[in-house]
């Protein structure tokens, strides 16, 4: 089935460490986006990508980091993982970027 | 910046009944999609429905249908006939033509009651 694969599905991190949340899309859609889920705040734009070799800073994007070396794939790194991460993180893309948006399953992310 | 803003946490409706959810947004670009999505326990987004801003007749989908107030920059959703698979949350989204990232609300949770 098309649309978007995201791994893992859910991770226990300790502070401090590392982790790339991988994220792959098959419909060849030129824009991807990392949104990160919070009770109260709804989803929050983290850093997005309108087209492979190119990345943007969303509302949210203190403490990750982002790269699109091609079309189909756009990992997520926390460098440093801080309790505040904790978190329910999707990636989405779009095509025209006016109405045609996949979202991934999401990954829940607990830092501890 | 564009803003969307859902001013009702939670609510609930009885089996069968009608329940309409709120979401107003503030932009100042006139070329705009507004959207809402469900999201289920399993966590999936599920589009619900979509507007385009030029278009001045409200979409509708089955027992989903909104209420687009352009110059009250409102977007409500109302849900017929609700059932007990409708329980979920529900996010009111917007994007332009000069950004393409959704915006989102804070969410609606909505239970429907037997």
């Known amino acids: 089935t098309a649309g978007i694969t995201q791994a893992p599905t859910s991770q226990i991190l300790a502070a401090g460490r590392s982790m790339t949340l991988r994220c792959t899309q098959d419909?060849?859609?030129?824009?991807m986006y990392w949104y990160r889920q919070d009770l109260g705040l709804g989803l929050r734009l983290i850093h997005y990508?309108?087209?492979?070799?190119?990345?943007g800073k969303g509302e949210v994007p203190d403490g990750y980091s982002v790269s699109r070396a091609n079309t189909d794939d756009f990992p997520l790194t926390l460098a440093s993982a801080v309790p505040s991460q904790t978190s329910v993180y999707f990636c989405?893309?779009?095509?025209?970027?006016?109405?045609?948006?996949?979202f991934g399953s999401g990954t829940r992310l607990t830092v501890v | 910046a564009q803003t969307v803003t859902q001013s009702q946490p939670e609510m609930s409706v009885q089996e069968a009944e009608t329940v309409t959810l709120s979401c107003t947004y503030d932009?100042?670009?006139?070329?705009?999609?507004l959207f809402w999505y469900k999201q289920p326990p399993s966590r999936q987004m599920i589009l619900v429905i979509r507007?385009?801003?030029?278009?001045?007749q409200n979409a509708t989908e089955n027992r989903f249908s909104v209420n687009f107030q352009k110059a009250a920059k409102s977007f409500s959703l109302k849900i017929s006939d609700s059932q007990l698979g409708d329980t979920a949350m529900y996010f009111c989204?917007?994007?332009?033509?000069?950004?393409?990232?959704?915006?989102f609300g804070s969410g609606t949770q909505l239970t429907v009651l037997p």
């Open positions: 989405a893309s779009s095509d025209s970027g006016l109405g045609g948006y996949t």
């Open positions: 419909m060849r859609h030129n824009a």
């Open positions: 990508s309108n087209t492979a070799g190119t990345t």
């Open positions: 932009t100042s670009e006139n070329n705009y999609y």
């Open positions: 507007q385009e801003a030029y278009k001045q």
């Open positions: 989204a917007f994007t332009s033509g000069s950004a393409r990232q959704l915006t």
